[in-house]
C-alpha cells in the first residue's frame, strides 16, 4: 500500500471503524497515533494489537475543552499526522484544533446529516419515524455535525428494527465508505468549497 499522508485517529468505543481503516488495504494513509478519553476503549486494544501507538488523554483529567483540546492536539503534532479522523469519539474539541487542521478533520456520523445531529443519532431516528436514515462523512468545523458533508449513505428503517438492529446495519455502510473517503482524501481527491465538497 502506498502511504501518502500520516492520520492520526481518534475514538472513544468499540473502535470498529477504527478497524475498518486498520484493515483498509488501499487507505492511501499511515495510522500513526490513536487518542482515546476512555481509558478502557476497545479501540485502544485494537491499535495496540496492529502496533499502533496510542495514547489516552483522559476527559475527567481537565478542568475545561480547551485544556482537553490542547493536549489532544500537543500528541498529534508530535505524532507527525497531517490529518485527524474521528471515529466514534464522543468529545466536541474545541475550535483551535480545528483551526489548525482546518478541512483537515474527518467526522462520520450515523445519521443523514443535517437530519439527527448530537448524540443518539439513530435513536433519534427511530423516534423520528423515518424511513430512510444512513451515513455521513464529513470535514469538522466549530459547530457539532456540522461541517461541509463529504459522502453520504442511505439506509432504510425497517418496521421492526431497534436501536442494535438499526445501528448495525448503518455500521456495516460505515465500515465500507470510511476508507474510502479516507483513502479519498488522502489521494487528495476531495476540493472543499465553502459547504460543498467536490470528489474529483
Ligand atoms: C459510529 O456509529 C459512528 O458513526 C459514531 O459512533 C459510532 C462509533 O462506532 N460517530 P465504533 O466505535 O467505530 O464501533
Not at 24 to 29: F, T
Request: charged share 20%; glycine share 8%; hydrophobic share 45%.
Amino acid at each position: 500500500m502506498e502511504v501518502i499522508i500520516n492520520i492520526a485517529v481518534l475514538a472513544s468505543g468499540s473502535g470498529t471503524n477504527l478497524q475498518a481503516l486498520i484493515d483498509a488495504s488501499d487507505l492511501g494513509a499511515d495510522i500513526c497515533l490513536v487518542v482515546s478519553d476512555r481509558p478502557g476503549a476497545a479501540a485502544l486494544r485494537r491499535a495496540e494489537a496492529v502496533g499502533i501507538e496510542s495514547r489516552v488523554v483522559p476527559w475527567a483529567d481537565f478542568d475545561s475543552r480547551a485544556e482537553f483540546t490542547k493536549t489532544i492536539l500537543g500528541e498529534i503534532e508530535s505524532s507527525g499526522a497531517q490529518a485527524v479522523v474521528l471515529a466514534g469519539f464522543m468529545r466536541v474539541l474545541s475550535g483551535e484544533l480545528i483551526g489548525v487542521f482546518r478541512n483537515r478533520v474527518l467526522n462520520i456520523h450515523p445519521s443523514l446529516l443535517p437530519a439527527f445531529p448530537g448524540a443518539n443519532a439513530v435513536q433519534q431516528a427511530l423516534d423520528q419515524g423515518v424511513k430512510v436514515t444512513g451515513v455521513t462523512v464529513h470535514f469538522v468545523d466549530e459547530e457539532v455535525d456540522h461541517g461541509p458533508i463529504i459522502a453520504q449513505r442511505a439506509v432504510p428503517v425497517l418496521p421492526d428494527d431497534d436501536l442494535a438492529s438499526l445501528h448495525a446495519r448503518i455500521q456495516v455502510e460505515e465500515h465500507d465508505l470510511y476508507p474510502r473517503v479516507v483513502g479519498a482524501f488522502a489521494r487528495g481527491e476531495l476540493n472543499v468549497e465553502g459547504r460543498k465538497v467536490r470528489w474529483d
